[in-house]
Structure formats: structure tokens, C-alpha cells
């Protein structure tokens, strides 16, 4: 059972381009969160999705930042217009169900550098 | 200030000595769990301490938690110089649907 996968693992992007990140959960797992790493620095909520549905999307910046997890294929953190304070490790985590306790999974990030 | 602070933010220890760790958090939660992180990678779930518990134990891991304090401590006994890393902890509220990690705490053991 593989866990959940991130990629690209890393990802270089002028200023102005778009990032998109993908996340596929483990196998079973129909709930979806994002977080935001800078650098030193702890993990930040950014969106908590389940299949077709932004269940939670308050840490998410207001503009240039979506979220999607469709019906089918992996989960897609995009990133419009990027900065270089988007510079960060984005994380995905999976869990089968919405309340966490110990069922929750992450992966290994998408670095994102912007240049 | 953030819900789930660690202190200290830094520590340096020799091998074979102890590490503690303090978390604090502002809401009331239903578990707290504490992760690692070697530098460039990704997150390790390390140990889970529910609401009513008041301590668990896995390997050379000590967790604490007070709920009157609304705190939380990690002790490592016996440390590695494998053990450097950076440490966090994380609260599920009670309402559960996400986690809220700390700023973390960064442990560097000298061989």
C-alpha cells in the first residue's frame, strides 16, 4: 500500500509563472489537507478537501491559490502568478475519515522554489 | 501567539543525554501528537496522546500532557546523534478535520 505521494518532490518557477503540485492520497483515503511549510518554521494549514468538496479552505491565501481533489486522479494545489514568498515545502496529508486521531498520513513535500 | 508553541525553539546535547521538549496549545483539543522532521524531509508521526491520557510511552519516548496546563512534553532518553532533528507538535481540536502544528523545536545531539 503506497503511501501518500507528492510530486514534483521539487519544483523551480520564475516570478509570475503558475505551480501546480500534485498530491495522490493512500489508498482508501478520501480526505485531502494541505500545509505550508517556510523555511524554520512549522507546518501552516492551508485547505482540508474530500472528494469534489473544499470542506476547509480558511488558511488559504485569498488570491492566486486554489485547491482541487476531483473524483478522479490526485489532488492539485495550484499556485498563479508565484513570488518569491511562495517559496516553501508544501505538504500533503491523507486520512480515511475526517476526524484525524492517528489515521493521518503525510507526504514527503513539493519544494517549491521561486526565483 | 499560535496554538502548539515548542520550547525551547533550539537544544544541543551530548549522545547519551536526555532532550525535553514543551508544547503548549490554547484550545481545548481532542488528541496531541508530536512529529519529526530531518531537514529536507518530510513529516514522521512519532506518537499520539489522547485528551484522557496523562502519559505514553513508545521506545525511549516519554509524552506528557496536562490539560489544566494545556501543555505537552516530549522526553527523549538516551539520545543518538541520529536522533537530530526537528521536532513539532500537533493539536487536533475538538472539532476535528485538521491538525495545528507548532513552530517546532530543533535538537541537535552531539556524538
Known amino acids: 500500500n503506497a503511501g501518500v505521494m507528492q510530486n514534483p518532490r521539487h519544483l523551480v518557477r520564475r516570478r509570475g509563472q503558475e505551480a501546480r503540485l500534485r498530491c495522490s492520497p493512500m489508498?482508501?483515503?478520501?480526505?485531502v489537507y494541505w500545509y505550508r511549510q517556510l523555511p524554520e518554521e512549522g507546518l501552516k494549514f492551508m485547505v482540508y478537501?474530500?472528494?469534489?468538496?473544499?470542506?476547509?479552505e480558511s488558511g488559504m491565501p485569498k488570491e492566486r491559490f486554489s485547491a482541487e481533489f476531483p473524483k478522479e486522479g490526485p489532488s492539485i494545489l495550484r499556485i498563479q502568478q508565484v513570488v518569491r514568498g511562495d517559496s516553501a515545502a508544501y505538504f500533503c496529508?491523507?486520512?480515511?475519515?475526517?476526524?484525524?486521531?492517528?489515521?493521518?498520513?503525510f507526504g514527503e513535500g513539493s519544494w517549491l522554489t521561486v526565483v | 501567539s499560535q496554538q502548539g508553541e515548542e520550547d525551547p525553539q533550539a537544544l544541543s546535547i551530548q549522545e547519551g543525554e536526555n532532550a525535553t521538549m514543551n508544547c503548549s496549545y490554547k484550545t481545548s483539543i481532542n488528541n496531541l501528537q508530536w512529529y519529526r522532521q530531518n531537514s529536507g524531509r518530510g513529516l514522521v508521526h512519532l506518537i499520539l496522546?489522547?485528551?484522557?491520557?496523562r502519559e505514553k510511552h513508545s521506545g525511549r519516548l516519554r509524552v506528557t500532557l496536562d490539560t489544566s496546563k494545556k501543555s505537552s512534553s516530549l522526553l527523549i532518553t538516551a539520545s543518538r546523534a541520529a536522533d537530530t532533528a526537528s521536532y513539532f507538535c500537533a493539536t487536533e481540536g475538538t472539532s476535528g478535520s485538521r491538525l495545528t502544528f507548532g513552530e517546532g523545536t530543533q535538537l541537535t545531539v552531539n556524538p
Open positions: 489508498k482508501g483515503h478520501s480526505h
Open positions: 496529508a491523507s486520512s480515511p475519515r475526517g476526524t484525524i486521531g492517528n489515521t493521518i498520513y
Open positions: 496522546i489522547r485528551s484522557n491520557e
Open positions: 478537501l474530500q472528494k469534489e468538496n473544499i470542506i476547509d
